[in-house]
């Protein structure tokens, strides 16, 4: 399976600013998806990244607040805009080589915003 | 309902004993299905996935697929304290971006 490096591995970050999230996978995977994981809660889909196409959001979550890229089929980024407190959580992406595969996941990105 | 449904509560099991989780889920047309096992902190790890009905064994896990009760299981046997995790089902939905939808997680803890 896919392995994916992840990072920053965490962040204290100044509410107003932003902070990109960079994943690396070290083989082609056709689709990259983002999470964002509270303490202690499941995962929560932020949005689908496929290369070529506009990144797909789930309700809850626009582009402006979430700019996500994915320039080819190893890499992707996620940016968290205009930060507030409520954004503090951790932040996860995955990636799959087609439908039916388990989707790997990268270490994930602590995000503090004070 | 919600698309993927883990509802017991947190699992105490002694060493040695056998674990066993329970999934279930809403979309018909699923096709497959898979076990999540997350560590305090670290990120979820891929331990079973299972795609026709029946049982599949990966050395002391079991999983169980019911696809005409959409129910999904996970059995553990011989629990080891290092089983101690909370472990998310995971079914693929087929909309149009092949999305993976997650339960809320079982917590599992071995007692030795």
């Known amino acids: 399976s896919a392995v994916i490096s992840q990072k920053p591995s965490r962040d204290i970050c100044q509410r107003g600013t932003s902070l990109t999230i960079q994943c690396q996978v070290d083989?082609?995977?056709?689709?990259m998806f983002w999470y964002r994981q509270q303490p202690g809660q499941s995962l929560t889909l932020i949005a689908t990244a496929n290369q070529g196409s506009e990144a797909t959001y789930e309700s809850g979550f626009v582009i402006d607040k979430f700019p996500i890229s994915r320039p080819n089929l190893t890499f992707s980024t996620l940016t968290v805009s205009n930060m507030s407190p409520e954004d503090s959580s951790i932040y996860l992406c995955s990636g799959s080589p087609g439908r039916d595969y388990g989707y790997t996941f990268g270490s994930g990105t602590r995000l503090t915003v004070v | 309902q919600k698309e993927v449904e883990q509802n017991s509560g947190p699992l105490s099991v002694p060493e040695g004993a056998i674990a066993s989780l329970n999934c279930t889920y809403s979309d018909r047309v699923s096709q497959s299905f898979f076990w999540y096992r997350q560590y305090s902190g670290k990120s979820p790890e891929l331990i079973m996935s299972?795609?026709?009905?029946g049982d599949k064994e990966d050395g002391r896990f079991t999983a169980q697929l019911n696809k005409a009760s959409q129910y999904v299981s996970l059995l553990i046997r011989d629990s080891q304290p290092s089983d101690s995790a909370t472990y998310l089902c995971a079914v693929n939905m087929r909309d149009g971006n092949n999305r993976l939808a997650f339960g809320k997680g079982n917590q599992v803890v071995v007692i030795p």
């Open positions: 083989s082609q995977v056709t689709m």
């Open positions: 299972i795609y026709s009905n």
